[in-house]
């Protein structure tokens, strides 16, 4: 496994393909107010099983608590600290045809912190 700059082993990019899947299926579990997650159950919402979720969480260094889960809402936050989403991020939309003009108005950006500052295309009429 590589290490990082800091010496500790990097996040396997396989792992780092899932880290986004498990933290969506949070959300989901936080927005229907459940407080406690199993891996199993985890692992049914994402695809994948109990054993490949618990291996690809100890990467943020917690475990859950064996025959009670995961804690949902503290789980999120570790994975979104984790993938780098607790923070703002100012980000550009290229091209404006209509995919990008229904980018644009997607609220969910501004939700997980990015700000779109800029939208670009190469159409003069659209600048």
Request: proline share 4%.
């Amino acid at each position: 496994m590589a290490r990082t700059d800091a010496g500790r082993p990097s996040t396997p990019e396989a792992t780092v393909r899932r880290l986004p899947v498990y933290l969506r299926c949070l959300l989901e579990l936080e927005n229907a107010g459940t407080a406690v997650v199993s891996s199993e159950r985890l692992a049914d919402l994402a695809g994948t099983n109990a054993a490949q979720v618990r291996k690809d969480l100890s990467v943020l260094g917690e475990g859950g608590v064996r025959g009670m889960g995961y804690d949902v809402a503290g789980l999120a936050t570790r994975l979104r600290q984790h993938l780098g989403l607790d923070r703002g991020r100012r980000v550009a939309i290229v091209g404006f045809g209509r995919i990008g003009s229904a980018l644009l108005g997607y609220p969910g950006f501004a939700a997980r912190g990015f700000d779109v500052v800029a939208v670009l295309d190469s159409d003069p009429a659209k600048i």
